[in-house]
């Protein structure tokens, strides 16, 4: 199929896809459309990137879901085999994260992935801090294995959130406990970004 046959959100819905990203990937490969791809992808990193300057979180922190966010619908997200929750979402149907525009069908839900660290919807609880720290160390692998691009900028800006979470935290016991959680269990986070949004996708739960 092409793009100019039909729109990406139409071929998404009518392949059944959970993310028009990954239509994007098996239709339309002519020179134009690839070229269109790089120039939003590079658009999504250049604007991830200056996330560099903020370095903080901008969704909501606490040791556990309230009663106030529970009535109001809160998504908590779990991977399968570990007990603890990744961590919440307070409306899957309204995301600001950078970038969001390019990837985001308006009136469908949002996929969880790393983004939802730069999105003021998520909420992190103490059970999230073992991933946190989990993916801080791919982060510094990757790192470490990865020469200077708009990628490593995008990481940098990812390690930068984690390390404000970590240091803004106001338990610093529980931060320990969450240490050695991670030592213990770890690997708890998906390498591979792709295989994390699809396990949401399937292993989601809505606290009511």
Known sequence: MHRKE???????????HASTETTDIYYDSSGLA??????????????V???????????????????AQVSDGLTIFFIPGHEKGLWGCRNRLAPDWPGFEQRFTMGRK???????????????????????IDRHAQIEE???????????????????????????????RAVQ????YQQRHSPL???DRAVFEVLF????????
Do not use: H
Request: hydrophobic fraction near 35%; proline fraction near 5%; glycine fraction near 4%.
């Open 6 to 16: 039909k729109p990406l959100s139409v071929i998404s819905l009518l392949q059944g």
């Open 34 to 47: 690839m070229k269109e791809r790089r120039a939003r992808l590079r658009a999504e990193l250049e604007t």
């Open 49 to 67: 990137a200056g996330l560099l300057r903020t370095r903080q979180f901008t969704g909501l922190m606490g040791q556990a879901p309230t009663p």
């Open 110 to 132: 949002c996929v969880p992935s790393t983004n939802c660290l730069f999105c003021s919807q998520c909420c992190v609880f103490e059970d999230s801090l073992p991933y946190l």
């Open 142 to 172: 990757s790192l470490s294995n990865a020469e200077e691009s708009d990628f490593s900028s995008s990481l940098n800006a990812e390690r930068d959130v984690i390390d404000w979470l970590l240091a803004n935290w106001d338990d610093d």
């Open 177 to 180: 406990r969450a240490f050695g």
């Open 189 to 191: 986070f998906p390498v």
């Open 201 to 208: 996708d399937d292993s989601e739960l809505t606290v009511s």
